[in-house]
């Protein structure tokens, strides 16, 4: 029940903000407090209908009351009656327009239906009456992050959790954020708080195993996730996550997971049994196919790279395409699907039964699934078996553990048939060369000069930290010197960088660092310093070297090492060559 509040509001005057409109003396505000007071204990045994006729004759008796209309608004919020509770709500405001609780729960309710500059306004006006407002503030973050403006709704979050500390909902949201935002420390250290208050949180712990995720801490990531699904295994996105999380760890051998992957489906077809027993096509074989793709990646995401050929090559004389897409944030790639297929259903905001009503209305013949174990799983859709035909392609590159997955599509280079179908419920079906068809985001034409050479600077391109090598490039320094320029001997120093420590250089991505350093030699066994002879007296190797005009080019050697907890983003360091001659 939203009762959004109703214990801080049923505490007496305490509750009402200052400055109400003049209350005329035909109001009976003992009579109504006692109705109030009435209908608050029938509403908290579950009694709403006689609460809430209880709230309207207090507002009857106290017609210039903003808490008898405050409380009339919370009942009927709680029922779903928008237009009444609105009202409600306006005639709080109407004679008390700074009422903190008035304002705080209309801006409830229009955040529920997604009229978020409305609701805004409401907040800050609460705010201003009663800046100390801890649920006003978290609700404000909520309005914020739904208008994706993400620092703003982390500096509500922060404001809240000062004012309220032991409030894991608001510490769970400010994690939700901050791993959103990319900041992974921030987000920790706020699942860290959560878990300290509630241990046994399942979200918590599943969200502490997707920042240790981000940051490729493999091991790090499972054992938590293996917590979070002892305690609530009927969580089949959480299993999901880490069936997705055990392909990485080397741990788990090929066996091991295939069985993990097929108790997965022996439970998840066991919660969501098969709900149709007829396919409503039309059996006539020259009719067009109705193929069905299920996704949240119709976006700029690596599946969208496969599945914009498809959709645009498809032979519309005999197949129908429909895409159902949970994208959450639909970008130009989204459009781009969008207009290439024949019909577009959103489905984000469905439950995994509605979506597979949705899909046997349409009378899709072939249902693709493109996600898998992967971020927004759908397989409790196909559980429930919508479609005749059912195949899995391309956003998972495993079993799903399901027998109402009938294909998959792979190719013999990836899945030997005598390696890899026995460890798989579905029919694998090899494409006759590759799977890997796609088309790049970006068209570009081959660079005729290296990324050294183009960019002016050493340039080491990506770094990978799950391939466990180091990453080698190399950039020059060339050094032009007149017939007279002094005696001929010169120094070529390079400075340290931002690290400010010669043998541990470090490029920054934000407050992210990677480690890497610059060689004098290709054997990378002496680092660019300057000698131990005082001073600024040049580099190993090439201190104190006669030139007598002319040219002369080094080669600086990069490298960055192995670094398996690397955090990704884009690195850079700069670095000041000194010449002194």
């Known amino acids: 029940m939203l009762k959004n509040l109703f214990h801080r509001l049923r505490a007496g005057a305490t509750a009402e903000a200052p400055g109400p409109a003049a209350v005329p003396s035909t109001n009976d505000i003992a009579a109504a407090d006692a109705l109030i007071v009435r209908g608050n204990v029938l509403e908290d045994a579950g009694d709403a209908a006689q609460a809430e006729q209880l709230y309207r004759e207090a507002v009857a008796k106290a017609p210039s009351h903003p808490r008898a209309h405050l409380n009339l608004g919370i009942v009927l919020a709680a029922k779903d009656d928008r237009e009444g509770a609105a009202k409600a709500y306006e005639a709080v405001l109407a004679l008390d327009p700074s009422h903190p609780f008035g304002n705080y729960n209309f801006a409830r309710l229009l955040f529920i239906h997604k009229e978020l500059r409305r609701a805004g306004e409401l907040l800050d006006a609460a705010l201003r009456a009663k800046p100390d407002f801890p649920q006003a503030l978290v609700l404000r973050a909520s309005v914020l992050d739904a208008m994706d403006k993400l620092p703003e709704a982390v500096e509500a979050l922060e404001a809240a959790n000062r004012l309220q500390p032991e409030d894991a909902g608001a510490w769970f949201n400010l994690a939700l954020l901050n791993f959103k935002l990319e900041r992974h420390d921030a987000a920790e250290a706020a699942v860290d708080r959560l878990l300290a208050l509630a241990p046994r949180h399942p979200g918590a712990l599943a969200l502490r195993s997707r920042v240790m995720w981000d940051h490729n801490f493999v091991d790090e990531v499972l054992a938590?996730?293996?917590?979070?699904?002892?305690?609530?295994?009927?969580?089949?996105?959480?299993?999901?996550?880490?069936?997705?999380?055990?392909?990485?760890?080397?741990?788990?051998?090929?066996?091991?997971?295939?069985?993990?992957?097929?108790?997965?489906?022996?439970?998840?077809?066991?919660?969501?049994?098969?709900r149709f027993d007829r396919f409503l096509g039309d059996r006539d074989p020259q009719r067009r196919l109705r193929i069905g793709y299920v996704s949240a990646d119709f976006c700029l995401h690596p599946v969208a790279l496969f599945m914009k050929p498809v959709l645009e090559s498809h032979r519309r004389d005999g197949f129908e395409i429909f895409c159902y897409s949970s994208v959450g944030s639909p970008d130009h790639v989204t459009e781009e699907c969008r207009a290439i297929s024949d019909h577009w259903r959103q489905v984000e905001a469905m439950s995994d039964s509605e979506l597979a009503d949705a899909i046997h209305a349409d009378a899709i013949d072939i249902l693709v699934d493109l996600t898998g174990h992967t971020a927004s799983p759908r397989l409790p859709t196909f559980s429930q078996r919508p479609a005749p035909v059912q195949v899995s392609w391309v956003g998972y590159l495993n079993t799903t553990g399901m027998t109402r997955m009938d294909y998959r599509l792979t190719d013999f280079r990836c899945d030997p048939p005598e390696l890899s179908q026995p460890l798989h419920t579905e029919r694998l079906v090899f494409l006759p060369d590759s799977q890997w068809c796609y088309r790049p985001f970006v068209e570009s034409a081959p660079s005729v000069a290296a990324p050294c050479e183009r960019n002016g600077f050493i340039t080491f391109g990506s770094f990978n930290p799950l391939l466990g090598g180091n990453v080698l490039a190399n950039g020059t320094i060339t050094m032009t010197c007149g017939a007279n320029s002094g005696n001929g001997y010169y120094d070529v120093v390079l400075s340290a960088g931002g690290s400010g420590n010669y043998q541990a250089r470090q490029m920054k991505s934000g407050s992210n660092s990677l480690s890497y350093n610059l060689y004098s030699d290709s054997a990378h066994t002496k680092v660019w310093q300057p000698d131990n002879c005082g001073g600024n007296c040049g580099v190993m190797g090439f201190s104190n070297t006669s030139v007598n005009g002319g040219t002369m080019t080094f080669t600086v050697y990069g490298e960055i090492p192995a670094q398996p907890k690397a955090i990704p983003g884009t690195y850079g360091d700069s670095i000041t060559v000194t010449l002194t001659y």
């Open 224 to 274: 938590p996730l293996a917590r979070s699904v002892r305690e609530d295994a009927s969580n089949f996105a959480l299993r999901s996550q880490e069936l997705m999380v055990l392909n990485f760890s080397e741990g788990a051998s090929a066996a091991e997971l295939a069985d993990r992957h097929r108790e997965y489906g022996v439970d998840l077809e066991h919660a969501h049994p098969v």
